[in-house]
């Protein structure tokens, strides 16, 4: 069903069949290393038709084919509206193209509104057409607002028949502890260093380990950064580009990327202000900063900022406004 498996996923997959005791299970961790992934084959496990116990799905079963064409009857994907098409494209599912929104339309939710649930919950009480297990995957978990989460609940706590749930979350904080209690945890942590860096090879991606560091070791960001085209040396630029008030050097990313990276980038400053090397950039790449003082003033700048980063009413003026934070807030730092 994927259109390029992730070989990390094998040992948490593996461990997830054979000690999974609840019916819904909570898979989480950091963004960028393969939560909806590791669902998906989780629910194609549970449904395969002629596996071995604990073992994953055989993938040639009438079950495993129906999977694989996006056609099981017995399993659901829930995705906020904004996310489906590119989640389900990369899962190698059919999916519609969006219309193009119309003039005063809203623009596709990042939120899993209460409608989807209820579609969800008439799902859950149907019988299983194939008579096995009935599995739902719900990503990103923390995108269900609160009416949607509360409706929930009750079929959470108490499904019908052999329902089966596996909730991926990068941010299980966000969730409602009653949610999260009704969950059995299945951490997801970074994958092995060498496991990334073939993974990333294998898709063609040049400077694989700069971009694996720029990410915090997350393989499947370092590859959205790279197809949305971001070398390693641009990256490395960044930080004296930022100190010159460059504005080109962001003018092309979308605005929570810019967030990101400055956040990143304030980060390593902070740690090198204590002599200590950057964590996403390399430390000659860092400008040299002796007081922490004014880095932690723009972070707190850069955490209001980043509640308009999805919708900043004139993108250019905004970028413009924190290119320049960053260039004032390194050199009193420099100072």
Known sequence: MLNADLPWLQGPLA??????????????????????????KLAQSWLCEDRAAQAPACSACASCKLFASGTHPDFQLLLP??????????????????????????????????????????????????????????????????????ALLKTLEEPAGLLRFVLAS???????PTIRSRCQPLPLGLPDRAAALAWLAAQGVADGAGLLDATGGRPQQALDWFQAGLTDAAWQ???????RGEVAALTDWAPPRVIDALQRLCHDLVRRSHGQS?????????????????????????????????????????????????????????R
């Open 15 to 40: 461990d997830a069949l054979a000690r999974a005791r609840s019916h819904a299970l909570l898979v989480q961790g950091p963004a960028g290393v393969g939560q909806l992934e590791l669902a998906v």
């Open 170 to 176: 990068h941010d299980s904080a966000g969730l409602l």
């Open 237 to 243: 630029a960044l930080p004296k580009r930022m100190a």
């Open 278 to 334: 950057g964590q996403f950039f390399s430390t000659a790449a860092l400008p040299a900063v002796k007081r922490a003082a004014p880095l932690l003033a723009w972070d707190a700048e850069l955490r209001r900022a980043s509640r308009h980063a999805d919708h900043p009413l004139n993108a250019s003026l905004w970028i413009e406004a924190l290119v320049a934070q960053a260039r004032g807030a390194i050199t009193a730092a420099a």
């Open 81 to 150: 509206e904004a996310l489906d098409a590119k989640a389900r494209e990369s899962l190698g599912l059919p999916f519609e193209e969006p219309e193009a929104p119309k003039a005063g339309k809203a623009k596709p939710s990042r939120e899993i509104k209460v409608e989807a649930v209820r579609g969800l919950l008439s799902f859950a009480q149907a019988t299983s057409a194939r008579g096995r297990a009935k599995v739902v995957v719900i990503f990103p978990a923390e995108a269900l607002n609160g009416v949607a989460a509360n």
